[in-house]
């Protein structure tokens, strides 16, 4: 049973709610027990009934059994005792005391009785009608709440964090640190983007500067310091569709000819694995079973550059973590660069791809110094390492092996995300295509020219 709705909602008659009555505090019903009730506290059902609702503008005036219709009336008498006269050097003041939606006080102090009234009338409607913002922790700049935001995300990567950090420090807090929070307007939020626009940001790299702002402004929302988010119906441009390039056979065959040999068994294990780079990095000799059939290679770990060195971690998901069957001649490759590495499977926790020199293979030089002048030398143009995994999806739908092994094979959680993002179209299953209509169409008689008049 869900958070009951308002049979009658008059603010000058009683409403009628279904709930249950505990020594004059109202509580709703629901399938895993009390909940919280929209003028009351948050509690639980071993607190003491007296700091289960705090709610001084709201009395039950019938009560019938449990779980039945109650009537309850807005007490105007709970209203008054909230504004307290007091007395001082400078005159009568009259000071307001409420409660926020979490139980704690708050409090403003007006110098007329009438001013005390309206502030009083007008917090309560907008706790009432769940409108309420909290003006005292408004008043913190943005610059704050953003480090706030960045510590509160424990579960994040390591990775993720400090592009995080890196997105505010260069493009949003040079901008917005020391605004007040409730001073920030959409229209400043569309200058901002606007000025990354100038600035010749790609699309995407702009729509991931604008989640970061979401998911700030979100937090400020769920802590009642703001009523909605300026960051709303942002003109961004649209982002061009990713171009994808899975490799042909003769591709391939020029990209491993023309690749330094040292690295040789690491190109062919990407393409015909289709692991990710941050997998392929973070494999171990461990990880390769060559001596067992089936042989097979563990993926379950992944390693990341970060600020400062690698940073070992586990995939996103489970379906990340995976056993694929390995052939003859993969295996053979990966033992033969065992041997060139002078290493053996005893070596169970070194990784299993290095560079000449031993280390973890750098991306960035990897990159650089042998991916990029490979692709120059087999004349293969705007290749990116992950479209080496794109090449396996592709050859994989091509060769019509089922969606899920290629899901699992692939890692994804998703095969939509297999089959949408990475796999693509090939000239050999457009002509099967053709050619399956026309099969399909052979018997249909020929169509005779009209001769027009």
């Known amino acids: 049973m869900s958070l009951a709705t308002p049979i009658k909602r008059n603010l000058n008659r009683p409403i009628f709610y279904k709930t249950h009555q505990i020594k004059g505090f109202i509580i709703w019903p629901c399938e895993q027990g009390i909940q919280k009730h929209p003028y009351s506290n948050i509690f639980s059902k071993k607190r003491s009934v007296k700091k289960v609702a705090r709610a001084p503008n709201i009395i039950a005036i019938r009560v019938q059994k449990s779980g039945t219709k109650h009537q309850i009336h807005r007490s105007q008498k709970g209203s008054k005792m909230s504004i307290h006269e007091t007395k001082t050097k ?55 709440l953003a480090k706030q935001w960045l510590k509160q995300n424990t579960d994040k990567r390591i990775r993720t964090l400090q592009r995080d950090q890196g997105i505010l420090n260069k493009h949003i807090l040079p901008t917005l640190k020391n605004h007040k929070l409730k001073t920030i307007k959409k229209t400043d939020i569309q200058t901002l983007v606007n000025n990354w626009i100038d600035s010749e940001l790609k699309p995407r790299t702009i729509k991931r500067h ?165 692709c120059k030398k087999a004349n293969i143009s705007n290749l990116r390492i992950h479209d080496l995994r794109r090449t396996t999806a592709t050859v994989l739908v091509g060769a019509q092996v089922d969606a899920k092994t290629i899901q699992e094979m692939m890692g994804h959680s998703d095969i939509r995300t297999t089959l949408n993002l990475y796999a693509s179209a090939t000239p050999q299953g457009r002509k099967k295509a053709s050619a399956a209509m026309d099969e399909f169409m052979k018997d249909q008689k020929p169509f005779s020219e009209v001769e027009s008049n």
């Open 90 to 144: 400078t005159g009568t003041k009259y000071q307001v005391k409420l409660r926020k939606p979490d139980g704690k006080q708050y409090s403003k102090t007006f110098p007329t009785k009438t001013q005390a009234k309206n502030f009083q009338t007008s917090e309560l409607n907008a706790l009432n009608t769940g409108t309420w913002i909290d003006n005292q922790g408004s008043s913190i700049t943005f610059g704050l």
């Open 210 to 374: 604008l989640a970061v702002l979401k998911a700030i402004f979100q937090k400020a929302i769920d802590e009642d310091l703001l009523n909605k988010s300026p960051v709303r119906a942002i003109k961004v441009p649209k982002a061009a569709p990713v171009e994808h390039h899975p490799l042909t056979e003769h591709e391939v065959v020029r990209l491993l000819d023309a690749v330094d040999h040292f690295y040789r068994p690491l190109i062919y294990i990407a393409i015909t694995t289709g692991v990710r780079w941050s997998e392929l990095a973070g494999l171990q000799i461990g990880d390769a079973n060559l001596m067992k059939q089936p042989k097979t290679l563990n993926v379950e770990r992944g390693l990341h550059q970060v600020n400062k060195g690698f940073v070992i971690e586990k995939p996103k998901s489970d379906a990340g973590n995976r056993r694929i069957m390995l052939s003859d001649q993969q295996a053979e490759l990966i033992a033969m660069h065992l041997r060139v590495t002078k290493r053996t499977m005893a070596n169970r926790s070194e990784p299993l791809f290095v560079s000449p020199n031993g280390h973890e293979i750098n991306y960035s030089n990897f990159r650089n110094r042998v991916f990029i002048p490979a």
